[in-house]
């Protein structure tokens, strides 16, 4: 393979994805549209990613010498999720095969602490927070931040794994072991009126494109449902759209980036405040990052010009970006592994909706908890999409 390549990467080329979940299956797919190839490298064998992959290597992230050979194998390299060692980085790196995101970004956004710091280096608003190592210093900061706030894990945390509340009747002590006594974050708790996110991608060479501002619903700290797009006033949109850019500038990123906000009730910033006249809206709060497609970017399979993952596909080959027009309004339903608890959804009454598609993962074992694939509705209305969408949720479980 040619090493340092910095030209953009034709159809042919071949990308390599740390990482073998979901997010590289539906990559992988793109890619084949697209005519690239894709290798794939995490310990699992026959993984999501895997089974739609040219090549699906096999070996433990800390193999310094598989790592190198699968850097060998490919043209550029890109990351399915944040939580691989950064030696992956570093490896590919010394290869000179381009790491898109890179290695930096990459290390920041696995610890909460880093990407805090990124954050508010970057001039982005961030929920008030304090670093803990310790009870003493939790207790510290609990009397700073007040109550009720959530305690993080600094590192490795997702999908409200990592993280526990605490009130004004919780022990300290009991909280902090609950999360094994590792370095936390702890954030004030954020009374929001509703929870954002953007997706954007940056090409090598600086072009920008953010898709519209999405609403996600949870349950039990896990997505459940996206609206796309959010029903935000212009302004709101505005300023996500311009943080998203502000974020990826500062980053110098190649790749593509998910911002998830908090969305603060009251009026808009007044029209006479700094805070307007620097275009904030005073309304968002950044809550956390993720430098990789992400689950609320799903719905631009069907409801964008260019999905998420064509854009991963772009960026990582150091193509521009694709077109981020919305073509309808979408809803994503997330389909979590509580379905399978009485037996095989019954997915010949989902797909009797018509406007309904259905994506799943090619995992093995569905468990409470755990993304086994996705729905997706477009309509002439996010209101019509949502109602159509339950619908057809529902319906995998109503006999």
């Known amino acids: 393979m040619a090493q340092g390549r910095q030209a953009p990467l034709p159809p042919g080329s071949t990308i390599g994805v740390f990482g073998s979940g979901q997010l590289g299956r539906m990559l992988a797919m793109e890619a084949r549209r697209m005519g690239y190839r894709i290798h794939t490298y995490s310990p699992e064998r026959n993984s999501p990613t895997g089974q739609i992959a040219d090549f699906e290597y096999a070996a433990p992230y800390d193999d310094a010498a598989a790592v190198q050979s699968f850097a060998r194998s490919v043209d550029a390299l890109t990351f399915e999720f944040e939580n691989v060692p950064s030696l992956v980085a570093e490896i590919a790196e010394a290869e000179g095969v381009p790491v898109r995101p890179s290695g930096p970004i990459l290390h920041a956004a696995q610890n909460r602490q880093r990407e805090k710091s990124m954050l508010s280096q970057a001039g982005l608003p961030v929920t008030p927070h304090r670093i803990v190592s310790d009870t003493e210093e939790l207790e510290e900061a609990v009397f700073e931040i007040g109550l009720p706030a959530i305690l993080k894990t600094a590192a490795f945390g997702y999908d409200g794994k990592g993280q526990t509340r605490i009130e004004p009747a919780t022990r300290l002590d009991s909280a902090w072991h609950s999360l094994g006594g590792q370095a936390c974050v702890l954030e004030a708790h954020i009374d929001f009126e509703r929870e954002l996110s953007i997706v954007a991608a940056r090409g090598a ?10 609403e996600n619903r949870h349950v039990n700290h896990i997505l459940d449902v996206t609206i796309a797009p959010a029903d935000v006033e212009p302004a709101v ?9 502000q974020l990826c500038e500062f980053l110098d990123l190649t790749g593509v980036l998910c911002i998830e906000f908090f969305c603060l009730p009251g009026p808009l910033a007044d029209g006479n405040s700094q805070a307007s006249r620097s275009q904030s809206t005073g309304r968002l709060l950044t809550n956390e990052i993720a430098p990789r497609p992400h689950n609320s970017g799903h719905w631009t399979i069907e409801g964008a010009v260019t999905s998420q993952f064509e854009q991963q596909l772009r960026t990582v080959s150091g193509l521009a970006p694709g077109s981020t027009e919305q073509l309808r309004p979408a809803v994503l339903l997330n389909l979590l592994g509580d379905l399978w608890q009485d037996g095989e959804p019954d997915w010949q009454a989902l797909l009797a909706f018509s406007d309904a598609k259905l994506h799943l993962y090619g995992k093995h074992e569905p468990r409470p908890g755990r993304k086994m694939g996705h729905l997706t509705v477009t309509a002439d209305t996010t209101s019509e999409a949502l109602e159509l969408g339950l619908a057809a949720r529902a319906a995998l479980n109503s006999n």
């Not at 600086?206 to 999405?214: E, K, Q, S, T």
């Not at 949109?237 to 850019?245: H, K, Q, S």
């Open 205 to 214: 060479n600086g072009d920008f494109a953010a898709y519209p501002l999405v």
């Open 237 to 245: 949109a505005a300023e996500a759209d311009r943080l998203a850019r």
